[in-house]
């Protein structure tokens, strides 16, 4: 017999190739196609693809531990990475380097992209759990991981034309976080008694 917790880990890793019906399908693809194409066109398919990755493995191990029983499928973590890469990059040029600012391409428009997915995602997210009388039981949660590892890792990943010294601080700094966030979820979702914690095997 399959234990349970050979059924959630097997989860961690198989939810970005699942879907639940066309549409998330097709939105997921789109989402992926358009904002991943930005990035990869200035930063390179391998840095994207790591950022894609790391936001699927963060928004799983959130989901995880969070909301355990609730359905994980898609790779909305991998695609609210990406999105967030383009929030990290602003943060650096907005924050910490005024004059990065007016270099950036299509600043506004990325920056308009991050908040409006943001807003829309809160709120769907605030609706389905609290006010819809028929919850889907969906792991937002699983986004704001994606959306986290997408900024730590973007930070570290993507890379910079000008290259400055505090950068290199912020670079160190987000990778050390994203690992131990990371770290501590690997270890909780390793520990944690398993008839207590993870969902029953149907």
Known sequence: MVSDQFVAKIR???????????MHLTM????????????????G????GIIYMSGVLAGS???????PRAYLAGASGGVYAIVYAHLGNLLL??????QNWSEMEFRWAQLLVCLGL?????????WDTYGSDTPSNTGHLAHLGGAIAGVLV????????RKRRWEKYCWWVAIILYFLLIGTGVI???????PDFFPPNE
């Open 12 to 22: 961690l890793c198989n939810a970005a190739i699942t879907r639940h019906s066309y």
């Open 28 to 43: 997921n693809l789109i989402m992926q196609t358009l904002l991943g194409l930005l990035l990869e066109l200035v930063h």
């Open 45 to 48: 398919w391998w840095r994207v």
């Open 61 to 67: 191990l959130s989901q995880s531990l969070a909301m």
């Open 93 to 98: 040029s907005v924050f910490l380097v005024t």
């Open 118 to 126: 943001s807003l829309g995602d809160i709120s769907l997210a605030l």
């Open 154 to 161: 973007g930070i570290y990943v993507l890379r910079n034309l």
């Open 188 to 194: 909780l979702n390793a520990t944690l008694p398993a």
